[in-house]
């Protein structure tokens, strides 16, 4: 039975090391070559008013920073509405995801357009201001779910402003 002593493997000690060293590198996805995609809100708007329902639009920018494609592969989502008179109240307008697969390309910007259906029901202490064209102000919540070398990595954003005079008077 032979065995093994330092002497008989004088490469032991760095190849193991580099060996380790290669493994860890593999096993994190080039990390350091790698930059979440950026999401950004661009519009928030009213689509169409019905009769008891409606759609507001939605415009999102995705900018991918890196040198190879990215997949976005949903978007969760959920559109607030409150009053100037109520700072702190938030009134769920709608909430919703869409599934929808977009590919990025490398060191390009996507923009990602929704219409985001809606009924005056859930507009409660709004309903008012909404009738009326008055302002209030909105709050987009969500993520976006991306797909890269390292996997599949959930971006989170969120936009506050404000519309007004939603339903025209002309």
């Not at 032991?12 to 930059?35: K, Q, T």
């Not at 900018?63 to 592969?73: A, D, H, I």
């Not at 869409?98 to 409660?124: C, H, K």
């Amino acid at each position: 039975m032979k065995t093994w002593n330092r002497e008989s493997r004088p490469w032991g000690a760095p190849a193991a090391i580099l060996l380790g060293a290669l493994f860890l590198f593999a096993s994190s996805g080039c990390a350091l070559f790698y930059s979440n995609p950026q999401v950004r809100v661009l519009e928030v708007g009213v689509g169409s008013l019905g009769l008891t329902s409606g759609t507001a639009d939605l415009r999102v920018e995705v900018r991918n920073p890196n040198r190879f494609g990215v997949e976005l592969r949903g978007l969760r989502y959920r559109l607030d509405l409150g009053s100037d008179a109520d700072e702190g109240v938030w009134v769920p307008l709608v909430t919703g995801t869409v599934s929808d697969t977009v590919r990025i390309r490398g060191r390009q910007v996507e923009v990602v357009s929704m219409s985001l259906p809606f009924q005056y029901s859930a507009l409660g202490p709004v309903l008012g201001l909404a009738l009326t064209g008055g302002a209030f102000r909105y709050r987009v919540v969500g993520d976006l779910t991306a797909r890269g070398p390292l996997g599949q990595v959930e971006l989170p954003f969120e936009t506050r402003g404000r519309l007004d005079g939603w339903i025209s008077d002309g």
